[in-house]
């Protein structure tokens, strides 16, 4: 069981691209990863999921996940989420 | 008949029949399927889906061609994503609760949509998730329903396209020629419809409550793109008389254009005066040349800025400035620089104002969004050395915002420089006169400022303190007011005191009654939105200089608009009979 806390820096917030992006990421590990808004929690791997989070900038995310890769799962997606998606 | 009233956002007049686009409200009978069908019925979403993620696969193609630059094919992907996430859910209620694809998609989404408009949104984030949500639901009941998207498979003929707001994928897929105008209940003068009208030549009127209500698919419509007037089962009389305007409007806006076109463009005592065009996109460059521009006045680089989550990066600004500086070499092409405020939100994270045309626009919101200011420069300057770029500042109202911008741009020149960038190091830099202050002590911005381009629009709207677009007071909008021709003529006067050019960008510029009266003031470079061109040209050629000063002293004895605009129709008619 791996857990980090994220803020979303982006400026325009988990929008549909990022929400690709971290949905794509996820899909890639064995260990299934979810993410919590304000005790809403959603599966990573689901785009439709991230986006009913309504992420704007500054939002703090939980993210969690469990199982053999757990910790480089939440690692990847901490990198991408700390790393603004590299939009901006 | 029926004669509804909206805003008129790209001039012309045209008749034709109308064709509703997209306004199915897709409302699903929630229909049970007799167990026997279930297969099939989920076979038939698994094509749907098929169908709706070839077809985005197909715009993202076009679009990443089209726009290269642009990450916009980016977001279409993200609609893939979310088509392909629907499946599994979908398929389940097919079977568990025995519902059509169709109710089963639509209740999907409302379940979405209703979740993302529960909690408070502010920054209009969660509304525009809705809208990606929105698009994919459409695609995927119209395919379900054996429905193509109704592009221009759609318009067999030449029609009046009326719709509630028309989205970015569909403006893209509608064939132009097929089109004879725009009618919309949403938007405003920088919506996509308007945008798209403007450039191509289309009439079009925008922001008519329920119009795809009162108007059904079929029905002859007359669409006065000038006036903004929607005109929907005209009666004979009616009828007969805008076939009369129509045709009129065509031949004479046809027969001017060719006529001036190589005409040099000077006074009828040989004076020269530049005449150049606003455009909004870099696309109208060749338009602008067709109706005989001989630069540009003024481009507007708001319409870069389409998407607010994804603001254009420098390279997408730059191949836009190049692009507009290579269709006009060794000619004069004015930039200004980003102008907008919180009525338009373009780069998301704007709060509302109480006031926003007292608010933080054009130069104000600039310093304070110096990220998007900084790119533009870098992109402006990088540009700069393709032709004869000019930068000019929207919003300007005091000297020190003059000093503090041009402080900016010599940061930006040395960054550049550091990096070895090429960029013109005398590239004039100049100011909007639009804010009474600036107006005003124009002579003292003068001593900062390389060049002056008065625009008309704002300026009357904060010399007269009237809002243009509430209807109550619009006859108080007065451009012939004596306080505005006072107010241009100083301006114009400081700028020759201090030898710095000015020009004028506003509607007056483009509006041949002005014409004479400006000349005589001084004015020897008009901007207009390049149709208006070829009429202001006609003036020019028709006037002498002692003729226009003449004009401009006995317009500015009169004491109220009424009579300057009465004088004027006068003066203008004995030169273009055809406009009155």
């Known amino acids: 069981m791996a857990e980090k806390t994220v803020t979303i820096q982006n400026r325009h917030g988990l929008h549909v691209r990022p929400a690709t992006q971290l949905a794509e990421l996820a899909g890639k590990f064995k260990s299934p990863v979810t993410i919590v808004k304000d005790g809403q929690e959603v599966s990573a791997r689901s785009i439709i999921e991230l986006l009913t989070l309504a992420a704007a900038h500054g939002t703090e995310l939980r993210i969690k996940a469990e199982g053999p890769d757990a910790a480089e799962a939440v690692d990847a997606i901490q990198k991408l989420i700390d790393g603004r998606f590299g939009l901006e | 008949m029926q004669i509804l009233k909206g805003t008129p956002v790209s001039p012309g007049i045209v008749i034709g029949e109308a064709f509703l686009l997209d306004l199915e409200e897709y409302r699903m009978p929630r229909r049970a399927v007799v167990p026997e069908h279930i297969e099939a019925e989920v076979a038939r979403f698994q094509s749907a889906i098929d169908k ?45 609760y025995r519902f059509t694809p169709e109710h089963a998609v639509s209740k999907k989404i409302r379940t979405i949509v209703k979740q993302l408009t529960s909690r408070d949104d502010p920054g209009g984030f969660a509304a525009r998730i809705v809208a990606d949500f929105t698009d994919v639901e459409k695609r995927l009941l119209r395919a379900l329903f054996g429905q193509r998207e109704q592009s221009h498979n759609g318009v067999h003929q030449k029609s009046v396209i009326f719709a509630r707001d028309l989205t970015p994928s569909q403006t893209i897929s509608l064939d132009r020629s097929k089109i004879l105008g725009f009618v919309t209940e949403g938007g405003g003068r920088t919506s996509h419809t308007a945008i798209l009208a403007r450039a191509q030549g289309i009439p079009a009127v925008v922001g008519i409550e329920n119009v795809t209500r009162d108007v059904s698919g079929g029905d002859m419509v007359i669409v006065d793109g000038t006036k903004g007037i929607v005109i929907v089962e005209p009666d004979e009389e009616t009828l007969r008389k805008y076939r009369t305007l129509e045709k009129n409007f065509i031949q004479f806006e046809r027969r001017t254009a060719e006529e001036m076109r190589t005409q040099p463009s000077e006074t009828r005592d040989g004076i020269a005066v530049s005449l150049l065009a606003n455009i909004e996109l870099a696309e109208e460059a060749e338009n602008a040349k067709d109706y005989g521009a001989g630069g540009i006045g003024l481009f507007r680089t708001e319409f870069l800025y389409t998407d607010p989550r994804n603001p254009p990066g420098e390279k997408q600004q730059f191949d836009a400035y190049v692009s507009v500086l290579k269709a006009f070499p060794g ?159 100083s301006v114009i006067d400081a700028g020759a005191r201090a030898e710095r050019p000015v020009s004028m960008c506003g509607e007056m510029s483009g509006d041949p009654l002005f014409t004479a009266l400006l000349l005589g003031f001084g004015l020897r470079s008009f901007s207009a939105v390049p149709s208006a ?45 055809e406009l009155f």
């Open chain 2, 52 to 96: 709706v993620v070839a077809e985005i696969t197909e715009d993202v193609k076009r679009l990443a061609a089209a726009m290269p630059e642009d990450d916009l094919h980016k977001i279409f992907e993200g609609h893939i994503a979310i088509a392909q996430d629907l499946v599994v859910s979908v398929i389940d209620s097919i079977r568990k």
């Open chain 2, 331 to 489: 000619r004069p092409v004015t930039i200004r620089a980003l102008d907008i405020g919180a009525d338009k939100d373009l780069i998301g994270g704007t709060a509302p104002e109480r006031n926003p045309f007292l608010g933080c626009r054009g130069i104000r919101l600039l310093f304070d969004r110096m990220d998007l200011f900084r790119t533009q420069l870098r992109a402006i300057l990088r540009a700069s050395s393709f032709g004869k770029l000019r930068l000019m500042f929207p919003m300007v109202s005091t000297v020190e915002e003059i000093k503090q911008a041009k402080a900016i741009v010599a940061d930006v020149r040395e960054e550049l420089d550091g990096e070895g960038k090429t960029f013109d190091p005398e590239m004039p830099i100049g100011i909007m006169i639009e804010v009474p202050s600036a107006a005003i002590a124009a002579d003292i911005l003068c001593t900062e400022a390389d060049f002056l381009s008065i625009g008309t629009n704002d300026l009357v709207q904060y010399v007269m303190a009237v809002d243009r677009m509430n209807e109550k007071i619009s006859s108080l909008y007065q451009p012939a007011n004596p306080a505005v021709l006072r107010l241009l003529r």
């Open chain 2, 533 to 577: 061109l070829p009429e202001v040209k006609k003036v020019l050629r028709s006037v002498t200089v002692p003729e226009a000063k003449q004009i401009a002293q006995d317009a500015l004895a009169l004491t109220d608009a009424h009579q300057v605009t009465e004088f004027l129709t006068e003066k203008t008619k004995r030169i273009i009979p």
